[in-house]
């Protein structure tokens, strides 16, 4: 990409998301200070520097859309407007998403897409824009900063009427620096002038611009991409509680994320690259199989230890060891190379929009899509529900797959969804309780032969299942409702 086309694509952007340009300028100056600072000793080209320039313009891009997460939002800004070249708009994206709060690059699908030689220079500029950004955290634009090196280490002079509380901001916003270019910066304030009291932090706009994304107009494909970057920072998020093993909730978390996943792929099928989409839905399959012996031996453990039965202490410490055995598997999984370069793929796909079918807009498919969803669900009410656990079980996955595709317009139904989802999360939860027995039957019934409190146990679970069983018809009948069909349909017509 040449200076030219990054700069148009830059205003642009500055325009059409009404960047405060001041406090965007004076952040890319002090970004190119230390830029320049450490270029020598780095090797960073022309070309890096004209990206970090552009990506502490945009820092700010998603600050008029939603000032909360404005972060996130203006990566997706970014990987909305395209300056042609992936890698450069993934980079941009990559140092808006970490300017702010702690840089969490692990879960970070804009990091995550990129090659190893371009993570890391998108992780070196991101660090160098967290500082920068931290130096006008005043928001008054009089802090100067001068460059000068002492035994070796960067040592960083500022001045200003409020060089204390940018030097302080800056200091605590090196953290991705120390991690991704070396030690510290010193920072030594020199403070000038009187200092006149200010808000620091970033100022919120009294009119916010509407999400891009949040409109039946947009390309199904567009809001798919950036439903699936949503759900990696969350798969990615219980990756690391899953290593840590902390709670028994971290793996449940991390199925759920896989399923969101596998979901939305399907969904997006009718515009998604084959192959590649194809690959993801097989990674968290994978992935959601490896964990799933770990959760189903958590939730049999928790209830287990919870009911007063004599004898069943060994079976539980055989579960217990079964479990541990289940976790170092999905841990080892976890670490490996094969499950990076498959996320690496995963992130590719949400990042970039080769090989996607941009065309059909989310009202060409969306209300289709969830009445053939919710008439699958109907299906299986045949004058009755299903008695056979194998009809119940495939009964919660279409729940499960009516409840994704409502979650995938979430963003253009808005507070309306709530009164879809609710009673679909009921009737789910009710299954989940109904399938949870029938799994416990499964794993336990290999030590029935050798415990008695075990029989017992089994027992005691299959009254709750008949309890569970009777209740069914009362908690589906609200989603067999001609109320919740009118409410459905109005949702729908509306897209």
């Avoid at 990987?79 to 690059?105: E, M, N, V, W, Y």
């Avoid at 968290?284 to 964990?291: I, Y």
């Amino acid at each position: 990409m040449n200076d030219v086309t990054l700069s148009d694509y830059v205003e642009q952007l500055l325009a059409t998301y009404r960047v405060d340009r001041v406090h965007a300028r004076q952040v890319a100056d002090h970004a190119l200070t230390l830029f320049d600072a450490l270029q020598p000793k780095q090797g960073w080209s022309a070309t890096d520097r004209n990206l970090v320039e552009a990506g502490a313009l945009l820092h700010n891009v998603g600050l008029t859309t939603d000032p909360a997460e404005h972060h996130l939002v203006g990566r997706d800004i970014v990987l909305h407007h395209s300056p042609g070249d992936p890698a450069t708009q993934a980079i941009l994206g990559a140092i808006i998403a970490l300017h702010r709060r702690k840089p969490r690059f692990q879960i970070e699908p804009s990091v995550l897409c990129l090659k190893k030689r371009h993570r890391k220079l998108a992780l070196q500029l991101a660090a160098l824009v967290r500082v920068a950004d931290g130096f006008d955290y005043s928001q008054t634009q009089t802090t100067k900063v001068q460059v000068a090196s002492q035994n070796g280490r960067l040592r960083l002079i500022v001045s200003g009427p409020h060089a204390a509380v940018d030097a302080e901001r800056a200091s605590a916003k090196a953290d991705l620096w120390e991690r991704v270019i070396g030690t510290r910066p010193e920072i030594v304030v020199q403070s000038e002038g009187s200092v006149v009291e200010v808000v620091a932090g970033e100022e919120e706009p009294t009119e916010l611009l509407p999400y891009w994304y949040a409109s039946s107009e947009v390309p199904f494909a567009e809001l798919g991409r950036v439903v699936l970057r949503r759900h990696i920072r969350r798969l990615q998020q219980t990756v690391r509680a899953v290593k840590d093993d902390e709670t028994i909730e971290a793996v449940h978390d991390l199925r759920v994320a896989t399923r969101r996943i596998r979901a939305a792929l399907r969904l997006l099928t009718p515009v998604a690259p084959t192959k590649a989409a194809r690959r993801a839905t097989e990674t968290v399959r994978t992935l959601a199989r490896v964990a799933s012996a770990t959760r189903d031996r958590d939730v049999l453990l928790n209830d287990m230890t919870n009911r007063d039965i004599h004898g069943l202490e060994p079976v539980i410490e055989a579960v217990r060891a079964e479990r541990m055995a289940a976790h170092a598997a999905l841990v080892s999984y976890l670490s490996g190379k094969q499950y990076e370069r498959e996320l690496r793929a995963l992130a590719q796909l949400a990042c970039f929009s080769e090989g996607w079918d941009n065309r059909p807009r989310v009202r060409d498919h969306a209300g289709s899509m969830l009445y053939a969803h919710y008439e699958a669900l109907r299906s299986y009410d045949r004058n009755g529900l299903p008695e056979d656990e194998a009809s119940l079980h495939a009964m919660r996955i279409a729940g499960k797959r009516l409840r994704y595709a409502l979650e995938l317009i979430g963003d253009i139904v808005g507070e309306r969804l709530s009164d879809l989802l609710q009673p679909l999360i009921n009737f789910q939860d009710h299954l989940g309780a109904l399938n949870d027995v029938s799994v416990a039957r499964g794993l336990l019934t290999p030590h029935i032969a050798h415990s008695t409190a075990v029989t017992e146990y089994l027992a005691a679970r299959e009254t709750e299942w008949a309890t569970l069983r009777a209740e069914l018809p009362e908690c589906w009948s609200v989603l067999a409702s001609a109320d919740y069909r009118r409410h459905l349909l109005a949702v729908i017509g509306d897209l």
